[in-house]
């Protein structure tokens, strides 16, 4: 592997463009939720219920809507999408921001615009998924992956910080309007991709029982659907859920203000960015075993994060714990995308998305249950519990699985016209083909 292979995606200019803008976006993104998260904990005068409420109406659309919404964006032009959601986000926090500005802004009022936004995201995080194999041959699928990850986690360390600097110069309002003017990263990025040099894949024709194409594969591949299911799980412990307790712990164990929320936030993201970056420099599909491992270490990264009597032991436990989240949510991400048949991509990264965010929007208000009835420490050492238990299981059915089915036999070596015979045989391209060959009586 040479010097720079961790960062080779970047070298195809559609990918660029599309990494540097999601990056602007991303930071945006991030001192947004800082900036809502904390506007709550000011209206609602540090109640954890009502910031696990904002959570879970952010992300429940996805839930809701997520099988259609992918069928939506197999059929669609995934780059006109994306421009359509980006510019109601972007309108969204503008609206939050002049409520704020104005000194009229209230808990409903959050809600129903996290909702709102929420509701967008069911559409745009698919397309966005989804969109990054048709950026890239695919031979450069899981680094791209990866690098998309480690740019959302760039922009988790420095969001946060940077919003709770802001807000204590400031106050919240502006951090939503910078939001808004965020999103013009993105729409120019999108605007700018050169069409001809991407890697499209087929859109389904639209017939009616193909809204649920996704769950058919998902159902006829025991492995693939155990992987999604313990996203689910390991989702409600994971770093959406967590930001919900952050302020709590911020606030009532470490009496430290909006800084030091924002610096703890950033601490989650460093390791975050080091899970993404390490998760970028493997190829090929990920074992199983990588998956799992992950998920146990989040676990006990988040027992041990729970004991920590001081808050810089905290920052360094929140490091380790970002780190093995996004080492899990990379592996279980790549290997759901590089089993999923290319025309319904979209739907099958639906399902997962489902589970993975619908994990963290039913997480956000639990654990700010418990953290408002036992104390927000206990709150993060359930959720480091669930993660062991949830892995464990994982595990028992994968090991099941493997000795009923037993390995696949060999695949043929095959060249498709314009790519490279490496290319169409690599370990990303062969896992289709397995599925493909495996699995094709599940397809309508």
Known sequence: MTRWATFRSLGVPNYRLFFWGGTVSNIGVWMQRTAQAWAVVVLSHGDGLALGLATFLQFFPTVLLGLGTGALVDRTDKLRLLVVTQGLVGLGSIAMGILDGLGILTLAQVWVLAGAMGVVNAFDVPARQSMVSELVGPDQVVNAIGLNSASFNVARLVGPALAGLLIGIAGTPLIFFLHAASSVGILVALLRLDRSKLYPVPRSAGRGGQLVAGLRQVAADPALATLIVLAGVIGIAGANSLQVVLPLVATKVFG??????????????????????????????????????????????????????????????????????????????TSVQLTAKPAIRGRVMAVYLTFFLGGGALGGPLLGLVAERLGPMRAIASAGALALLATAAGAAVLVAVRRRTGPAGPVPRVVMPGHSESACNSPARISQIVYQRDTEVADP
């Open 256 to 333: 430290v203000g909006a800084l030091g929320f924002g610096l703890v936030t950033s601490c989650l993201a460093v390791g975050g960015l080091t899970g993404a970056l390490l998760a970028a420099s493997t190829s090929g599909m990920p074992r199983h075993r990588w998956v799992l491992g992950a998920g146990a270490a989040l676990g006990v990264c988040l027992l041990v994060a729970s004991v920590m009597p001081l808050l810089v032991a905290f920052g360094a436990a929140l490091v380790l714990c970002g780190g093995m989240f996004m080492s899990f949510a990379v592996l279980a991400n």
